[in-house]
């Protein structure tokens, strides 16, 4: 990874701050999102540190709305000219149904919305063998997307929400990756494992405390982070596009995550949202 620059979102806890300490201590140049300036100036103090000779950057900006994700973009493109690997990592989950600015479901915007995006800006700046790597999660397996209902307005679970979300990531990740075919630069996606990270600090009562009380028996961060790390630098993977990874390793995700009509689908009403074109 040396001399190479990686682009990360949510790179200020858990498997992204792990991912980007470990690829800077490879190398690499570190250009990432933050939405706490005091998160942000602590990691970049930390990457600094880890590797002194890289010109380390990041950006400040809450992915929850699409203008901060198209400032965001905008900004991660002057910064970074030149990407070699692009790290979709930020996420969240709710317990109960809030909404952006924009009407949309929290966490459809910032798990998906957010991927899809920054990663739209960025491509024109995606080098000739650039790898974008994009985190999921088995909770892709929870059921099909409702497109008639893709903002969880008649009926809201949580858990089922944040499902959909991340079979979001794996549909698109696929659409994605279609598109690329010939350039390439490749895509792929991947399933951490049980992590033991800040997802879901934001949930109270006793869902909260059931979290808390798995987190020993959790991977660590550094451990949720590997397969990421792999995917942004293994030679083992040069070329290979289009897939979903669990520890280190392609894996058949859901049927659901299979359709090709829905990761279509997906992708023209997530260009409708964004405003962008298809």
Known sequence: MQGKTVVIT?????????????LAKMGARI???????????ALLARLKALNPDAAHDWVEADLSTIAAMKAA????????????????????????????????????????????????ILRPNLAADARIVSTSSVGHTF????????????RYSGLTVYGRSKLCN?????ALARRLEGTGVTANCLHPGGVATGLGSN??????WMLNLA???????????????YLASSDAVAGRT?????????????????????????????????GMAA
């Open 31 to 41: 250009v990432f999102v933050a939405r706490s300036p005091d998160k942000g100036r």
């Open 215 to 229: 987190k020993p028996f959790m991977l660590t961060p550094e451990r949720g982070a590997d397969t990421l790390v």
């Open 143 to 154: 059921g099909p997307l409702d497109f008639d209902d893709l903002q969880a307005t008649r």
């Open 203 to 208: 949930i109270k009562g006793p869902l909260r």
């Open 170 to 174: 794996v549909l698109w990740t696929r």
């Open 73 to 120: 973009g905008a900004a991660l493109a002057q910064k970074a000219p030149r990407i070699d690997v692009l790290a979709n990592n930020a996420g969240a989950a709710f317990l109960h149904r809030e909404e952006t600015a924009d009407g949309l479901e929290m966490t459809f915007a910032v798990n998906h919305m957010a991927y899809f995006v920054i990663t739209e």
């Open 242 to 274: 289009g897939g979903y990874w669990v520890k280190r390793r392609l894996t058949t995700p859901s049927k659901d995550a299979q359709n090709a009509e829905s990761a279509e689908r997906l992708w023209r009403v997530s260009a409708e949202l964004a």
């Open 10 to 22: 949510g790179a200020t806890s858990g498997i992204g701050q792990s991912a980007a300490e470990t």
